[in-house]
Structures are given as C-alpha cells and as structure tokens.
C-alpha cells in the first residue's frame, strides 16, 4: 500500500521532468491485434480524400509548414496529453513530428460527437484520469488519493488490457458522460481556435477533482445556460453554505427554499461520509416524497456511487402533523430536524442568476407582507382578550357597556316610578 501511494502521489502531484512511468506504450493492445483496414476505418479518414477544413486547422497549428513538431504538439497540450497525441497520430510519442497527412486521416475521431476515442488514446486508467481532470482544470490535490483509487476501481471493475478500456467506455456512457468533454474541448480548441470555458469548482467541502466528477456526472438540466460546454461554466449560484452562515435549519430554510430550479447539495456528515444530492425540484417542506427524473445522490467518500431515482427526497423541518427531518430514499440519508448529523453543508443553485432574482422577489414580496399585516390596527384591547374582542365585532356586548346598559335601564325605572307616586299625590290631595 505504502509503495502504491508513493507512486500514485508522484505521478499526479509531482512536478516531473520526465515520465516516472515505466516507458508504457500509448495506446491499447485491443487496436494493434485488429487489421489495417479495420483500423483505418474507424480512426482515418482515405488517404485519397483531402478536406479543406482540415487543412486549415493544420496550418494553424503548423504554422503553415507541412508538418508539426513534437516540441510544438508538447508546447501545445503540455506532455501527458501531447506524447497520446503523438502516438495517435504518428505511431509512437517518440516520433519528431506529425505529417498533414496523418493530421487528416486521424483528426475527425477527435471532433466527433462520441468521445470514446479518447478513452482508447489516453490509456493507462491512470494516465487518461489525469490528462481529463488536468484538462477540465480539476487536478488532484493532497487528500484525492483515495478518491482516485475508488474512481480507477469503478470504472475497470478489477479489469486489465483491453477489456479495462471497454469497461471504462460502458462507464461512462451510464454513469459520468461529461468526463472526456474537457479534453475534446482542448484539443478542438487548439486547432479551431474557439475559446475553451472557464470552469468554476468551488467548494467548502469538496476538492476541485471531486465537483468537476459530480459536474461531469449531472446532466445539461443542471447546465441551463451553456448545456453544450465544459461542466463548471454554468458557474453555479452559492445559496447556502455551512462555513458562512453556520449550521441552522431556519437560514437553509430562508435561503434554498423558494429557489425555483435544482440545486446541488453537499453534506459532510458526522459518520465520515459526503454526499451530494442533486434535485430537479424546489426544496420544500411535505409530508411526502418529491423529485422528478433528474434526482440523483452520490456518495463521495469513502466509496464512490450513484443512485437515481425519482419521488426519493423528504424534507419536513415545520409541519406538526408529519414526521420531521431530511432524507433521501428510505435508508441512504437520514438527517435529523436540527442538522445534528451534519458536520458541514453547502448548497448551489444551478438554474442562473435570473431564478435567483425570482427568489430575492418573492422574499421581499412576503416580508413586505409580513411588515404590512403588522401595522394594521387592530380593534379594542385585543392584546388582551381576543376572542371578547372577536365576540364584541360580531355584536356582543360586554364589561363596563353592559353595566351601563343595566344602570341606565335602572335609572329610566326609578324616573318612571317617581312619575307615578307624583301623580297618585296630586290626585289624593285634590280629594
């Protein structure tokens, strides 16, 4: 184990000059047992065919000279990528330079819409991990050792040689689609001269390498902007995070809920886990499940996994009459009322700054409203005794309103009783 991470931190953290590999060669042993013609079919483009568009990338990368130079290729892509480049195109990362010919025959691979050439060029697994991280501007930094180890072991299964590679390329088909677009768009770039995006893989939980593989994971619904582009230039919106404003329900519940679009969210938790749970629905408080299609939870660390599945989320924090706390599916997360599991917490809003504007409106427009029934002046001494009060609006009459009622009703009596002995005197004395 020892020998193992000692290699391992050398070959991704290490600022080598030369390859602390053993001299591998580039490539998969799967292509060099099939015949030439197979070959050429699925890599080249006939040799008899020369493609305008193609010579013009060419003579922007050679300057206009019939071939390009290893120095330059390496310049170009730095030296993992550029030596795969090298042996792509020319045979061996040993050649001194790439022919035009050879440019045409092999480029359009590169620019098609499947990327699975990649995995086939950028082999060992190692080797093809870093050159797409490294090119997704995600290396890996002290603490991803592990993590890579559990990415290899996912994506192989345990396989070598030739079937290792078909096992990465059914991986990431199924479960990480994104993970090679970094590098096409690299390589495109180079020779078209588009403009690569800029990533953004910010986070307080997750290192750099760990958000571009859950970036690269997710799909375009959590990209709205720029689906088409290098994972990580939508530059998420950070609505909630631990480090800042402290582990509280009542502020996750003032600044996620009413953010109407997916979010991203990151638990570090105390049993030594991080997870991350994407949801295509608006957090909210229900006495029942909720999530649409796009619903996924990972498991970053300690082992790496997947699961979708829609109707998977419960968040109650406020409802007396259904049980409290956070959960996903009936047993992968459990989080408790209070956020007492979690040690941190972040929270990212994927659907642009203008679902994040909606959010400030509608919170404004409900304090508004709160501040305004505030104000309103309320009838009688209803601070102390409301429900008299409610009774005297209805017409009831009450204290001190019916006892001058009685008094007065007395006092009208006792005037009417002294009329009458009046009257009985008068008549008396007149007899």
Known sequence: MLVFFSFFTKFFFGNR????????????????????????????????????????????????????????????????????????????????YITRQ?????????????????VKILQPVYHFIKVCS??????????????????????TCGKKGDEATQSIMSWRREYCEKFTQAVQNRVVSAVTGNKIPNPDYASDILTPLQMWFVQSSLPNFYFPGKPSETPGDGHWTPL???LQHGISTNRFETMVFDYRGPTVTIFRLKDGRVV???????????????GGPFTSFFEISPRIRRIDEANSIYCNLKIRTAAYGLSFNTSELKIGKDFDEVLDIEVWGCAGAGTLAEQ???????????????KVPLP???????DKTLLEMAGFKFSNERAAMEMEAKRQEQIENNNASQSDKSQLSEK
């Open 102 to 118: 050879q440019f045409q025959q092999k480029f359009t691979p590169l620019y098609g819409t499947s990327t699975d050439i990649y």
């Open 360 to 374: 400030q409106k509608l919170k404004n427009w409900q304090k508004q409203q709160a501040e305004k029934h505030k």
């Open 276 to 290: 991350v749970l994407a949801t295509d629905q608006e957090w909210r408080h229900s006495g029942s499940r909720f």
């Open 17 to 96: 000059k030369k390859s602390i590999f053993p001299r591998f060669q580039m490539g998969n042993d799967h292509s060099k047992k099939k015949s030439h013609s197979e070959s050429k079919n699925e890599l080249e483009t006939p040799e008899n065919q020369s493609n305008p568009q193609l010579d013009e990338y060419f003579s922007r990368i050679s300057d206009g000279k019939d071939e390009i130079s290893a120095e330059k290729v390496i310049r170009i892509f730095d030296q993992d990528l550029g030596e795969s480049l090298l042996n792509y195109f020319a045979g061996s990362k040993t050649e001194k």
């Open 380 to 386: 009688g001494n209803w601070d102390d005794n409301p």
């Open 134 to 155: 490294d090119s997704a501007g995600a290396s890996a930094i002290q603490g991803d050792e592990q993590f890579i180890k559990n990415l290899v072991e996912n994506m």
């Open 240 to 242: 909630y995070t631990s």
